[in-house]
């Protein structure tokens, strides 16, 4: 069964360094997604990304954050220069179509620990 | 925010059905309720979504009440690895694509 993969599975890296979280997304789909979960609290959604654009992202993906699908399998999500508050889990997901009829697929997550 | 109520958690006997409620009063009709679990940590995994028919694939049932003020996921033989966090979501058919994520309702499958 396809599913969406993450690397790393772990990262850590030290405040003010710049981290690029990798994502394959599974391959027929077209959506894509970023989701983050700092330890204990809900899982929150960062941005979503359609025909190489964005297409919708939340109060936390500001400037520091920034997307890419730079060839036909990978997606990207890079934090420039990184902060404490950013150690969570990030997850990448992907989805055939859109909205409220999409459900989407989730990959195993990317722990980020900045330090 | 997450429009949707979950009781923060649930137990349940291994091998018995699981029946996990979500109320969603002020659902609108163009809103699906979508059911998504997180198994300690890993991804969140999409289990089932519907509009208004109750809707049966090879995870769970989704029974949604006639005025859709309600659901509930059933899991008809519970197993250990069922133990999870279970979100009921709700989203507009035309509107944003993300998921709002709530607290959930944490099952926890007994042996």
């Known amino acids: 069964e396809p599913e969406v993969t993450q690397t790393p599975s772990h990262q850590v890296t030290q405040m003010g360094q710049e981290v690029i979280l990798r994502c394959v997304p599974i391959?027929?789909?077209?959506?894509f997604y970023w989701y983050r979960q700092i330890l204990g609290q809900k899982v929150e959604f960062l941005v979503s990304?359609?025909?190489?654009?964005?297409?919708?992202k939340s109060e936390i993906f500001d400037d520091q954050f920034s997307v890419e699908r730079p060839d036909g399998s990978n997606f990207t999500l890079k934090i420039r220069s990184t902060k404490l508050e950013d150690s969570a889990m990030y997850f990448c997901?992907?989805?055939?179509?859109?909205?409220?009829?999409?459900?989407?697929?989730f990959g195993p997550g990317t722990r980020l620990t900045v330090t | 925010d997450a429009k949707t109520t979950q009781p923060p958690s649930m137990d349940c006997a291994e091998g018995r059905a699981a029946n996990l409620p979500c109320n969603h009063s002020?659902?609108?009709?163009?809103?699906?309720v979508y059911w998504y679990r997180q198994i300690h940590s890993q991804g969140p995994q999409y289990i089932i979504h519907?509009?208004?028919n109750n809707e049966t694939n090879e995870m769970a049932s989704l029974i949604i009440t006639e005025d859709r003020k309600s659901s509930t996921l059933i899991l008809p033989h519970a197993t250990l690895r069922d133990t999870a966090v279970y979100y009921c979501?709700?989203?507009?058919?035309?509107?944003?694509?993300?998921?709002?994520f709530g607290k959930g309702m944490k099952l926890t499958v007994n042996p």
């Open positions: 997901a992907s989805s055939p179509t859109r909205s409220g009829a999409g459900e989407q697929y």
């Open positions: 391959s027929n789909h077209l959506y």
């Open positions: 990304f359609y025909n190489n654009e964005i297409s919708e």
């Open positions: 002020t659902i609108s009709g163009n809103e699906y």
């Open positions: 519907g509009l208004k």
């Open positions: 979501i709700v989203r507009d058919q035309g509107g944003s694509e993300k998921l709002v």
